[in-house]
């Protein structure tokens, strides 16, 4: 049996940086775990467009649909902010997210215990927090017909329209409902039905597929602005929360603050399966490129290497590994050791990208 194949695409900014210290985590796995991955590298955004023209390659792309996982680290910078809009970098990672059909968008909100008083609520609503929040990603109102702006009489009109189709709520709720067996078979489905007809939809689509498929988890429901209102209120509460795209970005943000830093938070958009039976997927930190901290060596790696971890365990089935992973991390925050985005008012002694990265792969050891 060949190895599994990962395409690495680090992009732009801090993203070369922050991969570095998940290529020496791959490393380590292979050498330490028996678990070699078959690494590919590329090039998305900004360094594809100065080196091809293009955000992403046909090339590139066609790797990104028969690679086993890719792992992405962030594009842009202020370069390329006069570019015309199909030329930027973000249309790159836009397109692999399209071009994969990547619905289904996981975005952990997890509270490493030495961080906790970093929160912005009390050390206890948020010690020990570790929620999902699955986002449709691929639909809704960010790309619903009718769309635009234009003129009616003398003043402008904007519209988005908010459109979902049976299959796709069908499709990511499955996500979430699986996503629930693997954790604590409980789903919390979020949508607008009191004053959204599409919100009904939802809410039915979510029941049925409930009932069909997966009787065995718990499932609730909740109104979107109550459910805001409850991440901040108990976010303990809940543990995988499903919703639509635009509620999705805004809870996914929300509850993503409720646990620290910008440095420290993973994310995988998951698509349907391929003959081997994984999901496509793509693996990538929150952040963008940081252009203020580029090229110094003091961005976290953290966000980029629990991104890998989430590939061990939703794209690799090594569940044991991944959480190998993170309470290495654990450690090392346990043991103080802080970029400089961990670092409160009070300032102290930050440490480097690599010093992290090599902290982290010590505590593997
Ligand atoms: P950003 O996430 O790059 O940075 C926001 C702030 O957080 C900055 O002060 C930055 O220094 C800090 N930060 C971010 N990641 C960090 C890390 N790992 N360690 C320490 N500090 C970290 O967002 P911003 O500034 O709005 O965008 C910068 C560029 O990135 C833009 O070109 C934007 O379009 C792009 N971008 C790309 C994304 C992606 O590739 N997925 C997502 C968001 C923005
Ligand atoms: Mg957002």
Sequence with gaps: MSNPSLLILAGDGIGPEVMNEVKKIIGWYGEKRDLAFDVEEDLVGGIAFDTHGTPLTDATMEKAQNADAVLLGAVGGPKYDTLDFSQKPERGLLRLRKEMDLYANLRPAQCFDALADFSSLKRDVVAGLDIVIVRELTSGVYFGEPRGVHKEGNERVGINTQRYTESEIARVARSAF??????NNKVCSMEKANVMESGVLWRDVVTEIHQAEYPDVELSHMYADAGAMQLCRWPKQFDVIVTDNLFGDL????AAMLTGSLGMLPSASLGAPMANGRPKALYEPVHGSAPDIAGQGKANPIACILS??????????QGAEAERLEKAVEK???DGLRTGD????????PISTAEMGDAILAALD
Excluded at 178 to 183: D, G, N, S, T, Y
Excluded at 308 to 317: E, K, P, Q, V
Excluded at 342 to 349: K, R
């Design 178 to 183: 699986e996503l629930a067996r693997r954790r």
């Design 251 to 254: 809870l996914s943000d929300a």
């Design 308 to 317: 890998f971890a989430m590939a061990l365990r939703y794209s690799f089935d």
């Design 332 to 334: 090392v925050l346990a």
């Design 342 to 349: 961990l670092l409160g008012p009070e300032g102290g002694s």
